[in-house]
């Protein structure tokens, strides 16, 4: 059987992007808390998945955003450049633009307050129900935290128990940890 | 409720259709305008893809759009090619596969007709729909397109 010969792959998947064409764009990166699958809209960064099954993350974004998502990786350069960064201990805050559009309104409002939690700063679930004036709904907040498309950028790991306890992350406890360790907010 | 076949996201259906594609267009083109030829394909399968309504008759849908593309190929004067397509080296139709060498000085859409036929098991249905035509219509150019076939073999 005739396979298509590397470069002429690459060279597509450039032109589509180049062209305009794509839904999302998305690509792999390497991290010390493991390869990552990063995403793009038209709009902006819109995932960052841990352990990627790419069939699961693909069939989310395509429900979200639109079926013509594409692996190609132009497009999600910069974001993988900053998350470079971050790692590297040489960025603080992150440049890029995100995109929140497909989530419901309440998840993007914790999301969006979210981004606002500076670098190795911490806070608790209860603290952020009350930041976007909802106090008694820690437990939803929690919910909307477990669900965040977008971890590291749109920075969940600065949420923690009450006490400060280390308490539930998507991507698992060692990449919280992790990710506290490396901005100094790790707690006692 | 039944399930209504979704469109998949373009990325599995690009990887499940882009080596036959491009095989299928080395056969009626030769490697180079091949070469051409599939980043076309898939740029308009992109630029189509958004307005698909289900994911039903997909492979049928990229040899379609692979067909229309190596005619406009064909039909330009530039791009005219002496170069001889490749032979397959596995065809599931050793008698076609015998006669394929010979392929590239039929008429384009009898071309791609017999190809479709005999190299890739496509419906009359679908061959019709790729060529813009009817299903009859698929049938008389692959028959035609073989009987030109035998005949140059002959001389």
């Known amino acids: 059987m005739t396979t298509v010969p590397e470069p002429l792959d690459r060279r597509f998947r450039e032109a589509a992007a180049s062209a305009g064409l794509l839904d999302v764009a998305y690509d792999y990166a390497d991290s010390p808390v493991g390869r990552l699958l990063v995403a793009a809209s038209n709009r902006g960064l819109c995932m960052i998945s841990y352990d990627p099954e790419p069939d699961r993350e693909l069939d989310w974004l395509s429900a979200s955003f639109g079926a013509r998502v594409l692996r190609s990786p132009g497009p999600v350069d910069l974001a993988r450049r900053e998350l470079d960064e971050y790692f590297e201990g040489e960025r603080r805050e992150f440049d890029l633009r995100v995109d929140l559009t497909p989530l419901p309104g309440f998840q993007r409002t914790v999301l969006e307050e979210l981004v606002r939690i500076p670098y190795g700063h911490v806070d608790t679930y209860g603290g952020l129900a009350r930041r976007i004036g909802k106090p008694q709904a820690a437990r939803a907040v929690g919910g909307a935290l477990n669900r965040n498309p977008i971890p590291i950028v749109v920075p969940c790991h600065r949420i923690v128990g009450a006490g400060g306890r280390l308490t539930g992350y998507a991507g698992g406890l060692e990449r919280k940890q992790a990710l506290l360790g490396l901005e100094g907010a790790l707690l006692a | ?155």
């Open chain 2, 1 to 155: 409720m039944e399930a209504v076949a979704q469109r998949p996201p373009f990325e599995r259906f690009y990887e499940e259709r882009k080596d036959e594609i491009f095989g299928y267009l080395v056969r009626l083109l030769g490697r180079q305008a091949a070469e051409d030829a599939f980043q076309e394909t898939f740029l308009r399968a992109l630029r189509a893809y958004g307005k698909l309504t289900h994911g039903r008759h997909l492979r049928a849908w990229a040899f379609t759009i692979a067909t229309r593309v190596a005619i406009d190929v064909r039909r330009r004067p530039t791009a005219a090619t002496n170069e001889a397509p490749e032979v397959p080296v596995v065809d599931r139709r050793p008698a076609y596969a015998e006669l394929e060498h010979l392929a590239d000085r039929l008429p384009p859409a009898e071309r791609a007709a017999v190809v479709l036929r005999y190299g890739y098991d496509l419906s009359y249905d679908d061959i019709g729909a790729a060529l813009g035509s009817s299903a009859e219509a698929a049938r008389a150019a692959a028959s035609s397109g073989v009987r030109r076939l035998r005949r140059k073999e002959t001389t």
